[in-house]
């Protein structure tokens, strides 16, 4: 089934699923025959891509060489390669990154990202290269700042918010953001339902 869609309607339709939850996408994503079980920005991806092209976004995968080989062992040190499936965000992790990088390591989302660019072109790092982006971008994000991912709708808002009303207080804030949310989830539903409903006219 091909939704028809103008760009404008896409455009809107991509800011406004930033709004949703994750509960409210895999929603939208089951109701089209989607896979629900995404990261939130791929869930958005994948429904924008279906409202453009009536198409299933095929989710790239991983190669073998960036993946662990059943029953072989799995060993925390420098040179070991970060391998998908053997790596985990625990605490033997966190506390061997901590000897690595120093006590201020921590989980981030940088550092998952840059790990699943390197598994998906085929090149997973060791533990020791992992560190050493880490600490580098970490510093780097210290020193300049970082812009807030684009799926990080409510951090996004509440910075554009305050900004425009620097004396708000945080009822406010959070009143216009539960406002603003539930409003933009509607806009997204209505553009899938009207697109839905004008394709199955179309072809009956």
Request: aromatic share 12%; proline share 3%; charged share 25%.
């Amino acid at each position: 089934m091909s939704l028809f869609i103008t760009e404008y309607d896409l455009t809107t339709l991509k800011d406004s699923l930033l709004f949703c939850n994750m509960q409210e996408l895999r929603e939208i994503s089951t109701s089209l025959g989607l896979n629900a079980k995404l990261t939130k920005l791929k869930l958005i991806t994948t429904i924008v891509h279906f409202a453009a092209t009536g198409e299933k976004l095929t989710e790239p995968k991983i190669p073998a060489i960036s993946c662990t080989q059943r029953g072989k062992a799995h060993i925390l040190a420098p040179e070991s390669l970060m391998l998908k499936g053997a790596y985990k965000n625990d605490l033997a992790t966190r506390l061997f990154f901590k000897k690595l990088i120093g006590e201020y390591f921590h989980f981030t989302a940088f550092g998952i990202d840059w790990l699943n660019e390197r598994w998906l072109v085929g090149k997973p790092p060791s533990y020791q290269e992992f560190a050493d982006f880490w600490a580098a971008e970490y510093q780097a994000r210290k020193s300049f700042g970082s812009t807030p991912k684009e799926e990080w709708a409510y951090i996004n808002f509440v910075q554009a918010f305050i900004q425009a009303n620097p004396s708000a207080e945080k009822n406010e804030i959070l009143s216009a953001w539960i406002h603003e949310r539930l409003r933009n989830v509607k806009i997204a539903r209505d553009i899938l339902s009207k697109s839905t409903k004008q394709c199955f006219l179309e072809h009956f």
